[in-house]
């Protein structure tokens, strides 16, 4: 019995490392995403039209060398169905030219990002949910004080943290 059990229990560790191993890439490249996308939301909330077109290039490049064959097959549903909306809508900020117009096309880059970080759960620390009742929009934080990239300086700290996903 002891043999059993110390057997199992070798088993089990054995295979919880090699799925810590399979995720330590994606992980990585999830944060490096993730870094992207704060960049992006900065230099949105600090009216910083040139800013966001260069954080929303290299996040276009993070999602493209994303290693999404680590993630589970329901994960990888997830990653590519998002993946779209956050390079259609991060494309349209590196075309667009207007800061009005670049805040538009980050609502949908937002939504994206939340349900990927919600779902697949590999940030490296706290990410938090704020929500402008102004804007009737939520993003990502990578703070927990208030930066609005939907109002800038007009109203860099109007909003609230709706929740705080853990780091993983």
Do not use: H
Request: proline share 2%; with cysteine.
């Amino acid at each position: 019995m002891k043999k059993i059990f110390l057997i199992i229990t070798i088993m089990c560790a054995t295979i919880l490392s090699v799925v810590k191993a399979q995720n330590a890439p994606s992980k990585t490249a999830f944060n490096k995403t993730l870094q992207a996308y704060f960049d992006t939301k900065n230099a949105l909330a600090k009216d910083n039209v040139t800013s966001a077109n260069v954080s929303a290039k290299s996040l276009v490049a993070a999602i493209s060398t994303f290693p999404v064959k680590s993630l589970s097959a329901t994960q990888q549903i997830l990653w590519k169905t998002q993946a779209e909306v956050i390079k259609k809508s991060a494309d349209a900020i590196v075309q667009q030219k207007d800061l009005k117009e670049q805040r538009k096309s980050f609502w949908a880059l937002s939504s994206a990002m939340l349900k990927l970080t919600k779902e697949i759960k590999l940030n490296n620390y706290d990410v938090y949910v704020q929500y402008c009742p102004m804007a009737k929009k939520s993003w990502l934080n990578e703070v927990e004080d208030v930066q609005n990239p939907f109002y800038g300086s007009m109203m860099y700290d109007c909003g609230e943290v709706t929740e705080t996903i853990a780091k993983k």
